[in-house]
């Protein structure tokens, strides 16, 4: 009997899956047809939960294969996953971002075999969507890179972390330890991580329940992707001591510059595009993500930060 035939015919706990969504209503339709193939089960639930701020909410859209509800009250990922976790009562939960492509037998995969009774948390695999060698820089080095493995966040030992673009997520140990936090724009992943294993439970790892993850496409996309990480690592560095320490920014700037430079004098010696390309993106993304630390991750922008002492004032002259 194939792995398929048996993922097929075995009992498997009930699922919900949880997709937050910001963008425009074309990509939330590309969305919703994008998802579709995923195989359900009886007790199974599947939600797009758009967190599009300004929205108002479309009729008709809270039915069909798979249906959307508007979380518009906070726009952040914790607040719209933790929405979409309200919506069912299935005893696992399964998170996928909605840039990913996950394969129709994506829930069935996550459990073969039945995880232990101790684990709350598992990481399924994440690739990088393949980018042909002479194609756009930004998506060839993101998937050099591996940018979005596993790998790249269980790097960090004790700290490591599954990455929601495709984790699952027991429902009792998620409830019990009070779901995401709601008032943060990034790493409510790890927060929850740390919180879970605190409470005694444990996390594994399953890469065969794996996704394809759509990379950013501008160096724009991706400098803002890194520096929103930079400002995750820093709240999480300030709530979990010990996690993400910062490092001196003058000798990471000449650590970048000889690292680009070096790089693309071997690359240009070997007239390989992929050296060059991790030469000049593997620096700005570690110094991106670095002087991220410097902006807020809270919802809303706290007076504290330059961003809140420069919005905030305006926001209240305007009432």
């Known amino acids: 009997m194939t792995a398929d035939a048996r993922r097929a015919g075995a009992t498997r706990p009930s699922v919900d899956v949880v997709v937050p969504f910001r963008g425009t209503p074309a990509d939330l339709e590309e969305l919703r047809a994008r998802l579709a193939p995923l195989r359900l089960r009886p007790g199974d639930s599947l939600v797009i939960v758009d967190n599009t701020p300004g929205r108002e909410p479309v009729e008709g859209l809270g039915e069909g294969v798979v ?36 394969p ?14 101790r684990i709350a948390l598992i990481a399924g695999g994440v690739l990088d969507e393949a980018a042909p060698a002479r194609g756009k820089a930004v998506p060839r080095y993101l998937y050099i890179r591996r940018s979005m493995s596993q790998d790249d966040t269980f790097r960090f030992d004790s700290w490591g ?6 984790a699952a997520c027991r429902r009792a140990a998620f409830e019990a330890v009070g779901g995401f936090r709601e008032d943060i724009r990034s790493a409510e992943d790890a927060d929850l991580s740390y919180r879970l294993r605190g409470a005694g439970w444990e996390v594994e790892r ?19 992707q890194k520096a929103l990480h930079g400002a995750g690592a820093a709240w999480i560095a300030r709530n979990h001591p010990g996690a993400f320490p910062a490092r001196r920014r003058p000798g990471l700037v000449w650590w970048g510059l000889r690292t680009a430079a070096k790089g693309l004098f071997a690359a240009a010696r070997s007239r390989d ?9 593997e620096p700005l993304e570690q110094l991106t993500v670095e ?6 991750n809270e919802r809303p922008v706290p007076r504290r930060s330059l961003l809140g002492r420069l919005v905030i004032p305006r926001e209240e002259e305007s009432h």
């Open 67 to 102: 249906p959307v509800i508007h979380a518009g009250g906070r726009t952040t990922p914790g607040f719209a996953r933790n929405s979409g976790v309200a919506r069912g009562s299935a005893d696992w939960l399964v998170f996928l971002d909605a840039d990913v492509v996950p």
């Open 104 to 117: 129709a037998d994506l829930l069935d995969r996550y459990f073969d075999p039945p995880p232990s009774e």
């Open 161 to 166: 972390f599954p990455k929601t673009a495709n």
């Open 206 to 224: 399953r890469e065969s329940a794996v996704v394809t993850h759509r990379s950013r496409q501008t160096v724009r996309g991706f400098v803002a």
């Open 273 to 281: 595009r992929d050296k060059a390309l991790w030469a000049l993106f």
């Open 291 to 296: 002087f991220g630390r410097s902006l807020p």
